[in-house]
């Protein structure tokens, strides 16, 4: 995942479009924030962002490391904080 930034002079322009790929096609494309979502969980493992393929059409889930996390909340893409159920009985 990379993102690109367009500039007009020394102003940054709000459009950021983020650079990805399918795994089942091997397409490469770009998104836009409203394209993909992202899912912070309490772990690496549950932290992800997902996107559909313009391409094929499958559905696209990658792991988020803390540098994609970065990315893609500074890039406006929205996001949804998992909480963990285990600990809620406990006093």
């Known amino acids: ?22 795994p089942d096609c091997r397409s490469r494309f770009e998104l836009g924030a409203g394209a993909l979502r992202l899912a912070i969980g309490a772990s690496d493992r549950t932290t992800f962002y997902s996107f559909t393929c313009p391409e094929c059409g499958a559905a696209v889930r990658k792991p988020a490391g803390e540098r994609i996390v970065e990315l893609l909340v500074g890039g406006g893409v929205r996001t949804l904080r998992l909480h963990s159920t285990a600990s809620a009985g406990r006093v």
Do not use: H, K, Y
Not at 1 to 22: E, Q
């Open 1 to 22: 995942m990379s993102v690109r930034t367009a500039f007009a002079g020394m102003r940054r322009v709000a459009d950021v479009v983020f650079r990805a790929g399918c």
